[in-house]
């Protein structure tokens, strides 16, 4: 069902979505009634409802699938087989899905919206994985008109509540990341790699909402510590002209943030002479900054250095690019916990988040942008896909804030689910997706809560993605992954006469890059000696347990830990004997069940890591950076 309006006419934009949002259950019904009569024929819904495009029939016969379902479909289309398995329309592309965006929560300016965090039926990498490896999603070329919609009515709802956006630049730190060919001649990718890389991004009209401090070239070099250099060279050069800031994730952000700390001194040092650093060697980058830079500008460097110099960095975005009016990073779902660390640079500037996206769809708008962070909510477009919710319940325990799907695993027998307009205010739902690119009823894994309706489209906050334990970044870290690493570090401690007993962890983000930290408790082999009076408790062990845990730790993670440099090495802090006893009594005390007791493997609870960090006996840390190398499916070449 694909819709169009003129971009440059934020009444008609607001218009549309007034209609949109108003017949959301005919449109519901016309979008599936369309993807079922364009797939019908395709060998997956063939095999349920043999040419039949019903309603009634397709919820009783097709199933609710995860990606393990899926999964041999996709790479039979990934080794060459025709796409019409499972998608009338070719599939053009593989993506990764990157942020859900993650849970993918995204926020993006304008046009820049519009493919930032794209899912292609181009097959899609996931920055969720499988068995170790990314997920791969389907896209189509006409889903990419879909998402350029999409992204174009973000412009006329930033309009509405934020003035004078069309007179000055958008500063977005934006990268790409590497790619495979599989051996269909697919390409697979992460998502935003692959907008950046098309000829929509790449030969994109003017548009006065949508013009960016940095130039293409600095966003598509392959190198991220020059784009990273360049880019933020570009918006210091151009700082009297940014009216927003801003990346794809709060993590990458601050990781700019850091970057500037560190290189501020060299930066102003090429602005006050006109020359950009040697070290910068590709030739995009040198070509289109020194247009850029072009002449001295010693004022410039000036006063750049005395806000950087200063004694504290409180505020430095707002100081040093004055007429900004917002920082637009994703700051829902696990980034969450930059909150606090963009409010300490970002001098009382909001913090913004326009949309929820991920690789299998772009699934709705946050109508009141404005909004707090934690009151963050996205309205549903009822024209992207067809939505299915699958009631969860969430638990009340203080320390997990865990949401028990139906008081199974993921693994339940999924119950009847609820169409878009029939949730109920203030409930939990999994949401589930039918898509125009070849997935039916599929789990996205993001558990939703239900926070009002806009006109009759239901809007909802992100609460979780399901099953996910730790995320500093884009790596998406379940307790089964957990579980599988610290079993394979433990081995080492076993022949030398310790035992772990127990372990939770928690996502550290008081430092950048943040790292995993997990908290062990060891005991000495048929004794109770607590493990601070234990001699044979080797520092050089505990490092290695440090590199074995993230040696075994999956695709995405080693990924941000080797090439993004995102995430920093894990900690392992060693308690006292008799620790998680207190956690324990301190989770019974906050009305947790005696009965239902179980040790929270990820810690959220600041008085729950106070009890654990007051019991520390030894704190050690990964000294190797683990292998990683971009994914290979037999055939596949990496680019």
């Known amino acids: 069902m694909l819709l169009s309006y003129n971009p440059n006419d934020s009444e008609a934009g607001l218009k549309l979505l007034e209609d949109l949002t108003t017949d959301a259950n005919q449109i519901q019904g016309q979008v599936l009634k369309e993807i079922l009569m364009q797939n019908a024929r395709t060998d997956y819904l063939s095999s349920f409802l043999d040419g039949h495009v019903d309603k009634e029939l397709f919820k009783k016969k097709v199933p609710v699938v995860n990606y393990e379902d899926v999964k041999p479909y996709i790479e039979r289309i990934a080794n060459g087989e025709r796409s019409d398995i499972i998608s009338s329309q070719p599939i053009t592309e593989l993506l990764t899905r990157y942020t859900k965006f993650s849970p993918v929560i995204c926020s993006w300016p304008s046009l820049k919206h519009i493919f930032l965090n794209l899912v292609h039926v181009r097959l899609s990498h996931s920055s969720g994985t499988s068995g170790g490896q990314p997920k791969m999603m ?134 006050r002479t006109g020359q950009i650093s040697d070290w910068i060697t590709d030739p995009g980058c040198r070509s289109s900054v020194s247009s850029i830079l072009r002449k001295p500008d010693p004022d410039l460097a000036n006063s750049i250095e005395k806000e950087c110099g200063g004694e504290s960095w409180e505020g430095i975005i707002k100081r040093i690019w004055p007429r900004t009016k917002y920082i637009e990073v ?111 009823r599929y789990r996205v894994g993001d558990i939703l809560m239900v926070t009002g309706f806009y006109n009759n489209a239901p809007q909802f906050r992100f609460v979780q993605r399901q099953n996910v334990v730790l995320s500093i970044d884009t790596d998406k870290t379940s307790e089964e992954d957990l579980l599988k690493a610290v079993t394979e570090a433990k081995k080492l401690l076993e022949p030398l006469g310790f035992l772990l007993t127990e372990y939770t962890s928690y996502p550290d983000t008081s430092s950048l890059p943040g790292r995993y930290v997990l908290f062990w408790e060891l005991k000495a082999k048929g004794n109770n000696i607590i493990i601070n009076e234990l001699k044979g408790l080797n520092g050089e062990i505990m490092e290695e347990c440090c590199s074995r845990v993230e040696e075994s730790l999956d695709y995405v993670y080693r990924r941000c830990r080797a090439k993004d440099k995102s995430i920093g090495a894990l900690e392992i802090r060693v308690v006292r004997h008799g620790t998680f006893d207190a956690l324990m009594d301190y989770c019974l005390s906050q009305g947790s069940s005696v009965n239902q007791y179980k040790t929270p493997r990820c810690i959220k609870s600041d008085d729950a890591l106070k009890i654990l960090d007051s019991k520390v006996t030894g704190r050690f840390f990964s000294k190797k950076v683990p292998f990683w190398e971009p994914y290979k499916m037999e055939g596949y070449a990496t680019k």
């Open 330 to 440: 994703i700051v829902t779902g696990s980034m969450a916990q930059y909150i606090p660390t963009l409010e300490f640079y970002s001098g009382g500037l909001p913090l913004i988040s326009t949309m929820y996206a991920s690789s299998e769809c772009f699934f709705g708008i946050n109508f009141k942008p404005l909004s707090k962070p934690s009151d963050v909510s996205y309205t549903l477009l009822p024209n992207m896909a067809y939505f299915e919710f699958l009631p969860v319940e969430k638990s009340h325990g203080e320390t997990t804030q865990e949401v028990q799907c139906n008081g199974n695993s993921g693994s339940r027998s999924v119950k009847e689910t609820v169409d878009l307009v029939d949730v109920k205010l203030g409930q939990y739902y999994e949401l589930i997706v039918t898509t125009f690119t070849g997935l039916y």
């Open 138 to 271: 389907p896209s189509t070329a006409e889903d990419l008109d879909r998402k350029t919609f999409f992204y174009n009515l973000l412009v006329p709802v930033m309009n509405k509540y934020v003035d004078g956006l069309d007179q000055g630049k958008g500063m977005y730190l934006l990268f790409i990341k590497p790619e495979i060919s599989t051996p269909s001649g697919l390409k697979a990718r992460p998502v935003l790699t692959s907008y950046y890389k098309s000829d929509n991004f790449r030969n994109r009209p003017y548009n006065r909402y949508n013009v960016y401090t940095s130039p293409d070239e600095t966003i598509l070099c392959s190198d991220s510590k020059q784009s990273m250099y360049c880019q933020l060279l570009c918006g210091l050069v151009q700082r009297d002209e940014v009216r927003r800031v801003g990346a794809v994730f709060a993590s990458a952000f601050l990781r700019a943030i850091k970057f500037l700390e560190d290189y501020w001194k060299e930066l102003c040092s090429n602005i």
